[in-house]
T-cell receptor, first 112, second 115 residues
Framework: QKEVEQNSGPLSVPEGAIASLNCTYS??????FFWYRQYSGKSPELIMS????GDKEDGRFTAQLNKASQYVSLLIRDSQPSDSATYLC????????????FGTGTKLQVIP | DGGITQSPKYLFRKEGQNVTLSCEQN?????MYWYRQDPGQGLRLIYY???????QKGDIAEGYSVSREKKESFPLTVTSAQKNPTAFYLC??????????????FGDGTRLSIL
């Protein structure tokens, strides 16, 4: 079992819809969780951090964390073609020395 | 502006040659990291450093070497022992003390190819 798992996609949504991206992780003691956006040929860009159970909203983005079920998700409301990218889920597996494990990413396509 | 600078943007390596990728940050971050990304794959950790003059091997350290003589700099050398070096190399840094959970921030990356 991979430590951090994401569906590779592509996930296709129409413009204006809600895109839902999911991530599961294997280590129950994981402390912190991050979502990165990576455009083709570019480096990852941090879009959300979440540390405690529940929802965290930032503009059109909402991160949801459920530690009991070991999943973290990212919702993108009012999806725009510019949101088309690969979204990487990252998990700090040990909560200590900042060694973060990345998922392989979900490719999102927003159709105009 | 604060950030992470990687150079060069593109690099070509000849057979048997060692090449060094530069990574400099002015964010005053303690921890720095090197990742490798292959097409369609996730990020794999090569080396990381939590403090000056100390670094640890990641998951795929063979064929690579690093140094951390200054807080701001964490260069990566791809040695001739790395037989498949073609990839996108990403440097990252994160702040806070050893037990904090600060996110990593990335430079723009270096694309390395074999001539």
């Amino acid at each position: 079992q991979k430590e951090v798992e994401q569906n590779s996609g592509p996930l296709s949504v129409p413009e204006g819809a809600i895109a839902s991206l999911n991530c599961t992780y294997s280590d129950r003691v994981s402390q912190s969780f991050f979502w990165y956006r990576q455009y083709s040929g570019k480096s990852p860009e941090l879009i959300m951090s979440i540390y405690s159970n529940g929802d965290k909203e930032d503009g059109r983005f909402t991160a949801q964390l459920n530690k009991a079920s070991q999943y973290v998700s990212l919702l993108i409301r009012d999806s725009q073609p510019s949101d088309s990218a690969t979204y990487l889920c990252a998990v700090n597996m040990f909560g200590g020395y900042q060694k973060v494990t990345f998922g392989t990413g979900t490719k999102l396509q927003v159709i105009p | 502006d604060g950030g992470i600078t990687q150079s060069p943007k593109y690099l070509f390596r000849k057979e048997g040659q060692n090449v060094t990728l530069s990574c400099e940050q002015n964010l005053n971050h303690d921890a720095m990291y090197w990742y490798r990304q292959d097409p369609g794959q996730g990020l794999r950790l090569i080396y990381y450093s939590q403090i000056v003059n100390d670094f640890q091997k990641g998951d795929i350290a063979e064929g690579y070497s690093v140094s951390r003589e200054k807080k701001e700099s964490f260069p990566l050398t791809v040695t001739s022992a790395q037989k498949n070096p073609t990839a996108f190399y990403l440097c990252a840094s994160s702040g806070g003390h050893r037990y904090s959970n600060q996110p990593q921030h990335f430079g723009d990356g270096t694309r390395l190819s074999i001539l």
